[in-house]
């Protein structure tokens, strides 16, 4: 069976540091997606990233880029020059190409200290 | 021009009660789905269906019902609730295959 594992529940860093959120997975398969996502205070959830397996570059959106190690099967998220909006519990979470059905991480706790 | 939307967004009732949460895209997507996140933050897929077509349903109660009238709604009924039932439900849709997006979840609260 798939899973994800985000191994931090909780983490802070300090407003303009960088910051590296971790997750793996486990899966026999070899084309999926990996994503994450943020839920702000609000509950939203927001996508912040993806990354097709079959990719060997890191995908990049502004100040969030992933590490993705394909082998070991990690998927870590890095914020750079945090800022207070970005406190959030963030998802980790994998679907395969064949399949729609995304399966989650436990999440870990963002916190922002000014 | 909410993209996915939900109502309502908190719903408070008693045990034993029935009631249903609606949910609509204006997306144009062929999928939607329900999920429920827990008190402790885990999010799990209850339901997805493509085109009005149940396509996952997770080990779920049959007290809960999905029922998709048409591509850009998705409604959940749920029958006799209990305490458990307590958790915020997110609808999502995506074209198939690509990334879902999510509405603003309903607070359900059993008492």
């Known amino acids: 069976a798939q899973t994800v594992t985000q191994s931090q529940p909780e983490m802070s860093v300090q407003e303009a540091e960088t910051v590296t959120l971790s997750c793996t997975y486990d899966?026999?398969?070899?084309?999926?997606?990996l994503f994450w996502y943020k839920q702000p205070p609000s509950r939203q959830m927001i996508l912040v990233i993806r990354?097709?397996?079959?990719?060997?570059q890191n995908a990049t959106e502004n100040r969030f880029s992933v590490n993705f190690q394909k082998a070991a099967k990690s998927f870590s998220l890095k914020i750079s020059d945090s800022q207070l909006g970005d406190a959030a519990m963030y998802f980790c979470?994998?679907?395969?190409?064949?399949?729609?059905?995304?399966?989650f991480g436990k999440g870990t706790r963002l916190h922002i200290l000014p | 021009d909410t993209a996915v939307s939900q109502t309502p967004k908190y719903l408070v009732t008693q045990m034993g009660n029935d009631k249903s949460i609606k949910c609509e895209q204006n997306?144009?997507?062929?999928?939607m789905y329900w999920y429920k996140q827990d008190s402790k933050k885990f999010l799990k897929i209850m339901f997805s269906?493509?085109?009005?077509?149940?396509?996952i349903n997770e080990t779920v109660p049959n007290r809960f019902s999905p029922k998709s009238p048409d591509k850009a709604h998705l409604n959940l009924h749920i029958n006799s609730l209990e305490l458990g039932d307590s958790a915020v439900y997110f609808c999502?849709?995506?074209?198939?295959?690509?990334?879902?997006?999510f509405g603003p979840g309903t607070r359900l609260t059993v008492t």
């Open positions: 269906y493509n085109n009005k077509e149940l396509i």
């Open positions: 997306l144009g997507h062929d999928t």
């Open positions: 999502a849709s995506s074209s198939w295959g690509y990334e879902q997006y």
């Open positions: 990354q097709e397996a079959y990719k060997q």
């Open positions: 899966t026999s398969e070899s084309d999926y997606y």
């Open positions: 979470a994998y679907r395969l190409r064949r399949d729609d059905k995304i399966i």
